[in-house]
Each structure stands twice: as C-alpha cells, then as structure tokens.
T-cell receptor, first 114, second 116 residues
Framework: QKEVEQNSGPLSVPEGAIASLNCTYS??????FFWYRQYSGKSPELIMS????GDKEDGRFTAQLNKASQYVSLLIRDSQPSDSATYLCAVNKGRGSTLGRLYFGRGTQLTVWP | GAVVSQHPSRVICKSGTSVKIECRSL??????MFWYRQFPKKSLMLMATSNEGSKATYEQGVEKDKFLINHASLTLSTLTVTSAHPEDSSFYICSAQGQEYRETQYFGPGTRLLVL
C-alpha cells in the first residue's frame, strides 16, 4: 500500500466550476498535510497546509482533513484556466526517523477549460 | 517570506564531468534541506535529506558517492553530481524546512541538468 494516494485524473472542469481533489494516506499517526501545485516544467509551490480535522479556507482554496477516514481534500472554487496544473498531496508523519520528511502522492493533473 | 533559490537553473555538461548545484534559503534558517529528482511526467523522488552540520541521509538506491551533499550552513546546501552520465539528466529540486514553518517544505525553482 502506498503512503499517499491520489485520484489519478486527469481531472477536467469548466471555468467557474468547483474542482475537487482527493487524497488518502496510510499512516494513521500522520500529523501534517500539505497541498502543492506544480506547473509543467516548474517546481512545486505550496498552496495550503492543514493540521486539524475540519476545513481550512484560503481565498478560493479549501482544504479538508478527516483523520478518522485518513482523507484529505482540496476544493478549488471558481476554477480558472490558470489553475491548470498538477496538484500534489503531501503528508508528514511527524515522528521518529522520518521527522520532517514529506510523502508525496503521484499528483492529480487538473485542466480548467474556458 | 520562505524563499528558496537554486543555482544554476539550467546546466549542460559533458559526460564524465561533475556538476554542483546550490540551494539557498534566502529569508529563513533551514534546519533541514531535501534533494529531489524528477523525470518528465513522473513523481518527485526524494534523493536525500540533509541537516546542517551532519551527514546526509540517502534514500535506498541513491548512490551517496555519486550524489555528494554538503549542508555547511543553515542557509546553504549543495548537491554535486560526480562523473555525470546521460542517465543523470533530470530536473533536480531542493526544498528547505525551518523550525518556524512547522514541517512545511518550501521548494527552490529547480535545476535542469542535461548530460551529453
């Protein structure tokens, strides 16, 4: 079982719609959760971090965390063509020899069409 | 805040030469830096983790004698690809983590290496 799994996509939504990206993780003791955006040919860029159960909103982005279900999601409201990128879910186990290390999913490619 | 730079952004070299890539945290102290490699349309692959003043920890399958990592200060880590070969051509990305950012990793812009 992989540490972090994401729906493979690609995901295609029209401009103005809500894009929903999902991620599950295997280690129940994981502490910190992150969403990164990666444009083609560029390095990852941090969008959101979330540490507690529930929702966290930042502009058009909302991260949702459910530790009981080991599930993290990212909602993008009013999607724009500029949101077209690969979205990476990352998890930090927060303890022991892996302290600080992030485990990444394979990423979900999102295309927002005008 | 939390800006990470990498230099060079792009390098082309002949097979057999060594290439050094620098990663700097510009506005925070990076207690830990990470080095990743990414092939086209593939996932990020963690190569090694380095803490300031100590030896790097390499992931399984990564040759420590080929990919030399030095983390001499809280703002600088270097990756040297020794005796580079065409199969080492890839996108190398560093990230930095500081205590004030609670495990968050901030990525540098990456270095694209092409070995001829």
């Amino acid at each position: 079982q992989k540490e972090v799994e994401q729906n493979s996509g690609p995901l295609s939504v029209p401009e103005g719609a809500i894009a929903s990206l999902n991620c599950t993780y295997s280690d129940r003791g994981s502490q910190s959760f992150f969403w990164y955006r990666q444009y083609s040919g560029k390095s990852p860029e941090l969008i959101m971090s979330i540490y507690s159960n529930g929702d966290k909103e930042d502009g058009r982005f909302t991260a949702q965390l459910n530790k009981a279900s080991q599930y993290v999601s990212l909602l993008i409201r009013d999607s724009q063509p500029s949101d077209s990128a690969t979205y990476l879910c990352a998890v930090n186990k927060g303890r022991g020899s892996t302290l600080g290390r992030l485990y990444f999913g394979r990423g979900t490619q999102l295309t927002v069409w005008p | 805040g939390a800006v990470v730079s990498q230099h060079p952004s792009r390098v082309i070299c002949k097979s057999g030469t060594s290439v050094k890539i620098e990663c700097r945290s510009l506005d925070f102290q990076a207690t830990t830096m990470f080095w990743y490699r990414q092939f086209p349309k593939k996932s990020l692959m963690l190569m090694a983790t380095s803490n300031e003043g100590s030896k790097a920890t390499y992931e399984q399958g990564v040759e420590k004698d080929k990919f030399l990592i030095n983390h001499a200060s809280l703002t600088l880590s270097t990756l040297t690809v020794t005796s580079a070969h065409p199969e080492d051509s890839s996108f190398y990305i560093c990230s930095a983590q500081g205590q004030e950012y609670r495990e968050t990793q901030y990525f540098g812009p990456g270095t694209r290496l092409l070995v001829l």
